[in-house]
């Protein structure tokens, strides 16, 4: 069975940071993108990063470049994202997705995880 299990959300204060992280299970996942996404109340799930298998290629919605970074252990069949400058517009629900493909469209990703809050306080 394939599992995708979100960690390391919680509550910050504006300007701090957190690392999310997200463990594959039931399969090797180091040919596939992977992405992060986010659903805050009220709103429609976005884009917020993806990653090529490789790690060589990545790609960031506007709303974050600079401030999150992605990043891959194959090894481990993990994706973790590195969220610096967290603003209280960041708060949401953060979903991490696996694919054949790395980019910002919801639809092309197969696997989902359940989602981590991500809370920032102003």
């Known amino acids: 069975q394939v599992q995708l299990v979100e960690s390391g959300g919680g509550l910050v204060q504006a300007g701090g940071s957190l690392r999310l992280s997200c463990v594959a299970s039931?399969?090797?996942?180091?040919?596939?993108?992977r992405g992060w996404f986010r659903q805050a109340p009220g709103k429609e799930r976005e884009f917020v990063a993806a990653i090529t298998w490789s790690g060589g290629s990545t790609y960031y919605a506007d709303s974050v470049k600079g401030r999150f970074t992605i990043s891959r252990d194959n090894a481990k069949n993990t994706v973790y994202l590195r969220m610096n400058s967290l603003k209280p517009e960041d708060t949401a629900v953060y979903y991490c997705?696996?694919?054949?493909?790395?980019?910002?469209?919801?639809?092309?990703?197969?696997?989902w995880g359940q989602g981590t809050q991500v809370t920032v306080s102003s």
């Open positions: 997705a696996a694919g054949s493909l790395a980019v910002a469209a919801a639809n092309v990703y197969d696997y």
């Open positions: 039931g399969r090797t996942f180091s040919r596939d993108g």
